[in-house]
T-cell receptor
């Protein structure tokens, strides 16, 4: 069974607008971590944001925020005020068993001027 | 403040040759992880190492693949007798003191098997 599901293979967003990337996860663990990574066309994996399962507040990092809904097992990424440099593939990942990351299939975001 | 370094960035091998991928973690990081990304897919865990120890290699193919993280020097992912299906991007990540810390990724090595 898929542990991380990203249902949007590709999205277009207008520059300066916000975009929400969906991520749902499946785990029976009580303690886990959720991550978002950005992969631009150059290929590297850039860490964006982290949410722990026990964190009560939604994580924020600059223009990135994570909408964590534990009961629904969702961890959506919101990018506010999109910029052209935000065009990339975005991966949601979950850490269980203390270290192993499981990744979703990714969502490609294209920002239009 | 150097991040995770991987080399080479691109590697081309013919079927049957050996591929050696190197990873230098962030200075001070003692945990190293290798992941593989097949085309159009997310990353898949391969192996987790600490200095001189393999902690979890449950994601490694049983044959032809091996990994090490010696006391001195970079971590090495070695693929013997490569086949076309080994063509992928191989990413190394490292984390500081505990395995629950955030993993920071290197730029990846893109292996192409002809």
């Amino acid at each position: 069974a898929q542990k991380i599901t990203q249902t949007q293979p590709g999205m277009f967003v207008q520059e300066k607008e916000a975009v929400t990337l969906d991520c749902t996860y499946d785990t029976s663990d009580q303690s886990y971590g959720l991550f978002w990574y950005k992969q631009p066309s150059s290929g590297e994996m850039i860490f964006l944001i982290y949410q722990g399962s026990y964190d009560e507040q939604n994580a924020t990092e600059g223009r990135y925020s994570l909408n964590f809904q534990k009961a629904r097992k969702s961890a959506n990424l919101v990018i506010s005020a999109s910029q052209l440099g935000d065009s990339a593939m975005y991966f949601c990942a979950m850490r269980e068993n203390d270290y192993k990351l499981s990744f979703g299939a990714g969502t490609t975001v294209t920002v239009r001027a | 403040n150097a991040g995770v370094m991987q080399n080479p960035r691109h590697l081309v091998r013919r079927r049957g040759q050996e591929a050696r991928l190197r990873c230098s973690p962030v200075k001070g990081h003692s945990h190293v992880y290798w992941y593989r990304q097949l085309p159009e897919e997310g990353l898949k865990f391969m192996v987790y190492l600490q200095k001189e120890n393999i902690i979890d290699e449950s994601g490694m193919p049983k044959e032809r693949f091996s990994a090490e993280f010696p006391k001195e020097g970079p971590s090495i992912l070695r693929i013997q007798q490569v086949v076309r299906g080994d063509s992928a991007a191989y990413f190394c990540a490292s984390s500081p003191q505990q395995s629950t810390d955030t993993q920071y990724f290197g730029p990846g090595t893109r292996l192409t098997v002809l």
